[in-house]
Nanobody, 122 residues
Framework: QVQLVESGGGLVQAGGSLKLSCAAS????????MGWFRQAPGKERALVAR???????????YYADSVKGRFTISRDNTKNTVFLQMNSLKPEDTAVYYC????????????WGQGTQVTVSS
């Protein structure tokens, strides 16, 4: 079992920055594929960024086209934490952001945080 707790959301003006954090419980955090998803009102939840363990695809990252060049995902395995640095924020980035974890043998993200609200004003 993995428990995830997000923090760092808030209200920011367009062009500003926020850094989200997701603290994970458990001793095997370094083995999990960690993802950040977001869900805007009236829209489906969508993957924003993902980072794999260093032992799995060399710690490769993925970004949705809408955030490439603006968002950066990173992880600190010593602190069981994954981050999402968000720069040049736009109003369309407004959403609830969720952290999720996927084990090597799972096709889907099985563990989810409670979400943190990000609101970008124009």
């Amino acid at each position: 079992q993995v428990q995830l707790v997000e923090s760092g959301g808030g209200l920011v003006q367009a062009g500003g920055s926020l850094k989200l954090s997701c603290a994970a419980s458990g001793r095997t955090f370094s083995r999990y594929d960690m993802g950040w998803f977001r869900q805007a009102p009236g829209k489906e939840r969508a993957l924003v960024a993902r980072i794999r363990p260093s032992s799995w695809s060399g710690g490769s990252t993925y970004y949705a086209d809408s955030v490439k060049g603006r968002f950066t995902i990173s992880r600190d395995n010593t602190k069981n934490t994954v981050f999402l640095q968000m720069n040049s924020l736009k109003p369309e980035d407004t959403a609830v952001y969720y952290c999720a974890a996927r084990g090597l043998n799972n096709d889907e993200y099985a563990y989810w945080g409670q979400g943190t609200q990000v609101t970008v004003s124009s």
